[in-house]
Protein backbone atom coordinates (compact mmCIF):
# COMPACT_ATOMS: atom_id res chain seq x y z
CA UNK A 1 0.00 0.00 0.00
CA UNK A 2 0.97 3.72 -0.68
CA UNK A 3 3.21 5.31 2.42
CA UNK A 4 1.35 8.99 2.61
CA UNK A 5 4.21 11.81 4.15
CA UNK A 6 2.09 14.40 5.17
CA UNK A 7 3.42 17.76 7.14
CA UNK A 8 3.12 19.74 9.66
CA UNK A 9 2.06 17.08 12.40
CA UNK A 10 0.22 20.23 14.54
CA UNK A 11 -0.04 23.06 14.60
CA UNK A 12 -1.61 26.47 16.62
CA UNK A 13 -2.53 29.30 14.83
CA UNK A 14 -3.91 32.79 14.94
CA UNK A 15 -7.69 33.31 14.27
CA UNK A 16 -7.81 35.30 10.33
CA UNK A 17 -4.48 33.56 9.32
CA UNK A 18 -4.20 30.24 6.50
CA UNK A 19 -2.38 27.09 6.88
CA UNK A 20 -1.07 24.84 4.31
CA UNK A 21 -1.02 21.10 4.52
CA UNK A 22 1.45 19.25 2.28
CA UNK A 23 1.04 14.99 1.71
CA UNK A 24 3.28 13.53 -0.57
CA UNK A 25 2.51 9.95 -1.77
CA UNK A 26 5.55 7.28 -2.83
CA UNK A 27 3.74 6.41 -5.42
CA UNK A 28 1.95 8.03 -8.76
CA UNK A 29 -1.93 7.79 -7.68
CA UNK A 30 -4.84 9.70 -9.91
CA UNK A 31 -7.43 11.17 -6.96
CA UNK A 32 -6.04 12.03 -3.11
CA UNK A 33 -8.89 12.79 -1.06
CA UNK A 34 -8.47 15.65 1.82
CA UNK A 35 -10.78 14.48 5.08
CA UNK A 36 -11.62 16.72 8.58
CA UNK A 37 -11.66 15.12 11.68
CA UNK A 38 -12.92 17.06 14.31
CA UNK A 39 -12.61 16.21 18.03
CA UNK A 40 -13.87 12.69 18.95
CA UNK A 41 -15.44 12.11 15.50
CA UNK A 42 -16.08 10.78 12.36
CA UNK A 43 -14.45 11.21 9.53
CA UNK A 44 -16.11 13.54 6.56
CA UNK A 45 -14.65 14.31 3.54
CA UNK A 46 -13.74 17.14 2.55
CA UNK A 47 -13.05 17.59 -0.87
CA UNK A 48 -11.45 14.98 -3.99
CA UNK A 49 -8.45 16.48 -5.53
CA UNK A 50 -7.44 14.99 -9.13
CA UNK A 51 -3.86 16.00 -10.77
CA UNK A 52 -4.59 18.30 -13.64
CA UNK A 53 -8.51 19.24 -12.82
CA UNK A 54 -10.18 21.36 -10.27
CA UNK A 55 -11.03 19.72 -6.85
CA UNK A 56 -14.41 18.50 -6.34
CA UNK A 57 -15.88 19.62 -2.89
CA UNK A 58 -18.43 17.88 -0.74
CA UNK A 59 -21.28 19.90 0.43
CA UNK A 60 -20.63 22.25 3.09
CA UNK A 61 -17.16 22.85 1.93
CA UNK A 62 -15.72 25.65 -0.42
CA UNK A 63 -12.98 26.38 -2.48
CA UNK A 64 -12.40 29.79 -1.32
CA UNK A 65 -12.03 28.59 2.48
CA UNK A 66 -10.38 25.14 1.58
CA UNK A 67 -7.74 26.03 -1.73
CA UNK A 68 -6.26 22.27 -2.82
CA UNK A 69 -3.13 21.74 -5.31
CA UNK A 70 -2.96 18.91 -6.76
CA UNK A 71 0.38 19.81 -8.89
CA UNK A 72 1.69 16.02 -10.03
CA UNK A 73 0.32 12.73 -9.01
CA UNK A 74 2.07 12.16 -6.10
CA UNK A 75 1.70 15.88 -3.96
CA UNK A 76 -1.23 17.69 -2.95
CA UNK A 77 -2.09 20.47 -0.63
CA UNK A 78 -4.34 21.53 1.11
CA UNK A 79 -5.19 25.40 3.00
CA UNK A 80 -7.33 26.24 5.69
CA UNK A 81 -7.87 30.17 5.04
CA UNK A 82 -9.00 32.94 7.29
CA UNK A 83 -9.05 30.20 10.14
CA UNK A 84 -11.50 30.45 13.18
CA UNK A 85 -11.80 28.13 16.34
CA UNK A 86 -14.18 26.63 14.90
CA UNK A 87 -11.69 25.07 12.07
CA UNK A 88 -9.62 23.21 15.17
CA UNK A 89 -9.39 19.63 13.78
CA UNK A 90 -7.46 16.99 12.24
CA UNK A 91 -6.81 16.97 8.73
CA UNK A 92 -5.89 13.81 6.86
CA UNK A 93 -5.29 13.20 3.76
CA UNK A 94 -5.39 9.95 1.85
CA UNK A 95 -5.62 7.75 -1.35
CA UNK A 96 -6.99 4.69 -2.71
CA UNK A 97 -5.54 1.16 -3.04
CA UNK A 98 -4.76 -0.22 -5.95
CA UNK A 99 -7.98 -1.21 -6.72
CA UNK A 100 -10.86 1.16 -7.33
CA UNK A 101 -12.67 1.77 -3.61
CA UNK A 102 -9.89 -0.10 -1.71
CA UNK A 103 -7.82 -0.18 0.90
CA UNK A 104 -7.57 3.54 1.76
CA UNK A 105 -4.36 4.76 3.10
CA UNK A 106 -4.39 7.52 5.03
CA UNK A 107 -1.26 10.25 6.21
CA UNK A 108 -1.07 10.43 9.80
CA UNK A 109 -2.63 13.70 9.83
CA UNK A 110 -2.66 17.25 11.08
CA UNK A 111 -3.74 18.73 14.17
CA UNK A 112 -4.92 22.09 13.69
CA UNK A 113 -5.98 24.51 16.71
CA UNK A 114 -7.26 27.88 16.16
CA UNK A 115 -6.87 30.17 19.18
CA UNK B 1 -27.00 8.09 -0.41
CA UNK B 2 -25.04 5.85 1.57
CA UNK B 3 -25.37 5.63 5.94
CA UNK B 4 -23.07 3.59 8.58
CA UNK B 5 -24.39 3.27 11.95
CA UNK B 6 -21.35 1.77 14.14
CA UNK B 7 -22.22 0.49 17.94
CA UNK B 8 -21.33 0.67 20.64
CA UNK B 9 -19.72 4.25 20.82
CA UNK B 10 -17.41 3.20 23.82
CA UNK B 11 -15.96 -0.67 24.74
CA UNK B 12 -14.47 -1.16 27.63
CA UNK B 13 -13.09 -4.82 28.43
CA UNK B 14 -10.55 -6.62 30.35
CA UNK B 15 -7.34 -8.04 28.63
CA UNK B 16 -7.91 -11.74 27.08
CA UNK B 17 -11.58 -10.98 26.68
CA UNK B 18 -13.15 -10.63 22.95
CA UNK B 19 -14.12 -7.33 21.58
CA UNK B 20 -17.09 -7.04 19.14
CA UNK B 21 -18.21 -4.24 16.52
CA UNK B 22 -21.11 -3.78 15.30
CA UNK B 23 -22.34 -2.03 11.58
CA UNK B 24 -25.09 -1.34 9.29
CA UNK B 25 -25.11 0.18 6.43
CA UNK B 26 -28.43 1.11 3.76
CA UNK B 27 -27.14 0.85 0.47
CA UNK B 28 -27.54 -2.63 -0.75
CA UNK B 29 -25.20 -1.88 -3.86
CA UNK B 30 -22.10 -1.74 -1.41
CA UNK B 31 -19.93 -4.13 -1.84
CA UNK B 32 -16.29 -3.65 0.36
CA UNK B 33 -16.22 -3.26 3.83
CA UNK B 34 -12.79 -2.04 5.19
CA UNK B 35 -12.43 -1.72 9.12
CA UNK B 36 -9.46 0.73 9.96
CA UNK B 37 -7.76 1.43 13.33
CA UNK B 38 -6.49 4.96 14.71
CA UNK B 39 -4.61 5.37 17.70
CA UNK B 40 -3.81 8.22 19.11
CA UNK B 41 -2.35 11.10 17.44
CA UNK B 42 -2.34 8.48 14.19
CA UNK B 43 -4.18 8.41 10.68
CA UNK B 44 -6.46 5.57 10.40
CA UNK B 45 -5.15 2.61 9.32
CA UNK B 46 -6.89 -0.48 7.17
CA UNK B 47 -6.87 -3.82 9.61
CA UNK B 48 -8.96 -5.73 7.60
CA UNK B 49 -11.46 -5.61 4.94
CA UNK B 50 -14.75 -7.82 3.57
CA UNK B 51 -16.02 -8.26 0.17
CA UNK B 52 -19.99 -8.92 -0.24
CA UNK B 53 -18.82 -12.37 -2.12
CA UNK B 54 -17.45 -13.75 1.50
CA UNK B 55 -19.44 -14.08 4.62
CA UNK B 56 -16.43 -14.29 7.28
CA UNK B 57 -12.68 -13.12 7.06
CA UNK B 58 -9.80 -13.78 9.70
CA UNK B 59 -6.31 -12.65 10.12
CA UNK B 60 -5.25 -14.01 13.35
CA UNK B 61 -6.53 -12.19 16.22
CA UNK B 62 -9.20 -10.53 14.22
CA UNK B 63 -11.76 -11.22 12.02
CA UNK B 64 -15.14 -9.32 10.23
CA UNK B 65 -18.55 -10.91 9.60
CA UNK B 66 -20.65 -9.80 6.65
CA UNK B 67 -24.85 -10.42 6.42
CA UNK B 68 -25.49 -9.24 2.95
CA UNK B 69 -29.72 -9.69 3.76
CA UNK B 70 -29.37 -7.81 7.24
CA UNK B 71 -26.87 -5.27 6.33
CA UNK B 72 -24.83 -5.35 8.79
CA UNK B 73 -21.59 -6.26 9.14
CA UNK B 74 -19.05 -6.80 12.33
CA UNK B 75 -15.81 -6.74 13.47
CA UNK B 76 -14.50 -9.41 16.20
CA UNK B 77 -11.17 -8.33 17.93
CA UNK B 78 -10.28 -12.19 20.11
CA UNK B 79 -8.01 -12.31 23.38
CA UNK B 80 -7.92 -8.44 23.41
CA UNK B 81 -4.34 -6.71 24.66
CA UNK B 82 -3.77 -3.40 25.77
CA UNK B 83 -2.47 -2.48 22.37
CA UNK B 84 -5.42 -3.29 20.73
CA UNK B 85 -6.83 0.10 22.90
CA UNK B 86 -7.76 2.81 20.18
CA UNK B 87 -10.67 3.74 17.77
CA UNK B 88 -12.29 1.58 15.00
CA UNK B 89 -14.01 3.06 11.97
CA UNK B 90 -15.92 0.87 10.35
CA UNK B 91 -16.45 1.98 6.44
CA UNK B 92 -18.85 0.82 3.01
CA UNK B 93 -18.17 1.74 -0.31
CA UNK B 94 -20.22 0.75 -3.27
CA UNK B 95 -18.64 0.10 -6.46
CA UNK B 96 -21.38 1.23 -8.48
CA UNK B 97 -21.17 4.99 -7.01
CA UNK B 98 -18.13 6.87 -6.18
CA UNK B 99 -15.75 4.69 -4.49
CA UNK B 100 -15.53 6.93 -1.66
CA UNK B 101 -16.33 5.66 1.73
CA UNK B 102 -18.74 6.62 4.10
CA UNK B 103 -17.47 5.84 7.87
CA UNK B 104 -19.30 4.74 10.90
CA UNK B 105 -18.63 7.90 13.69
CA UNK B 106 -15.81 5.11 15.41
CA UNK B 107 -15.89 2.92 18.31
CA UNK B 108 -13.37 3.76 21.21
CA UNK B 109 -11.99 0.18 22.56
CA UNK B 110 -10.80 0.56 25.81
CA UNK B 111 -8.39 -2.86 27.08
CA UNK B 112 -8.27 -2.76 30.54
CA UNK B 113 -4.76 -4.69 31.66
Not at chain 2, 89 to 99: L, P, V
Request: proline fraction near 5%; glycine fraction near 8%; aromatic fraction near 8%.
Amino acid sequence: SAVISQKPSRDICQRGTSLTIQCQVDSQVTMMFWYRQQPGQSLTLIATANQGSEATYESGFVIDKFPISRPNLTFSTLTVSNMSPEDSSIYLCSVEGEGAGEGYTFGSGTRLTVV
Amino acid sequence: GENVEQHPSTLSVQEGDSAVIKCTYSDSASNYFPWYKQELGKGPQLIIDIRSNVGEKKDQRIAVTLNKTAKHFSLHITETQPEDSAVYFCAAISAGGSYIPTFGRGTSLIVHP
